[in-house]
C-alpha cells in the first residue's frame, strides 16, 4: 500500500517554472515506478511522465517532453516534476502515481496501468 500527497501547484505566469513535488508513505518506495499525469478543464486526464524504481529511466509525454523533467530521491520517497517555460495549456490538476514494478525497469504510460493515486494539486498558467 502506497499513499501519494502532492504539493508545489499554483499560479504562475506563462513562460515560468513549477516544481511539483509527490511523497510517499509505505514500503519499499523504491520497487514502484512512478508517474505525473494531468487533468485540464474539461478534458481527460494525460501522462505528463514516468520514472523507473531505479530512477535511470523515464519517459514523457510528447506535448511536455522538452520542458518537464521527472526525478526521484528513493531515500527520502519523493518524486519531483520540474516544469519549465510552462504555457496556458499546460493549466491542469497534476496527479502523482505509483505502480509496484518489483525491480523491473517498467515505465508505463496509460492511467490504468498505476495503482495509487494522489489527490492532486492545481497548476494554472495565466497568459
Known amino acids: 500500500q502506497v499513499q501519494l500527497v502532492e504539493s508545489g501547484g499554483g499560479l504562475v505566469q506563462a513562460g515560468g517554472s513549477l516544481r511539483l513535488s509527490c511523497a510517499a508513505s509505505?514500503?519499499?518506495?523504491?520497487?514502484?515506478?512512478m508517474g505525473w499525469f494531468r487533468q485540464p478543464p474539461g478534458k481527460d486526464r494525460e501522462f505528463v511522465a514516468t520514472?523507473?524504481?531505479?530512477?535511470?529511466?523515464?519517459y514523457y509525454g510528447e506535448s511536455v517532453k522538452d520542458r518537464v523533467t521527472i526525478s526521484r530521491d528513493n531515500a527520502k520517497k519523493t518524486v519531483d516534476l520540474q516544469m519549465n517555460s510552462l504555457k496556458p495549456e499546460d493549466t491542469a490538476v497534476y496527479f502523482c502515481?505509483?505502480?509496484?514494478?518489483?525491480?523491473?525497469?517498467?515505465?508505463?504510460?496509460?492511467?490504468?496501468?498505476?495503482?495509487?493515486w494522489g489527490q492532486g494539486t492545481q497548476v494554472t498558467v495565466s497568459s
Open positions: 509505505g514500503a519499499h518506495f523504491d520497487l514502484y515506478t
Open positions: 502515481a505509483a505502480v509496484f514494478s518489483g525491480g523491473r525497469e517498467y515505465i508505463p504510460h496509460l492511467d490504468y496501468d498505476y495503482r495509487y
Open positions: 520514472v523507473s524504481q531505479s530512477g535511470t529511466t523515464t
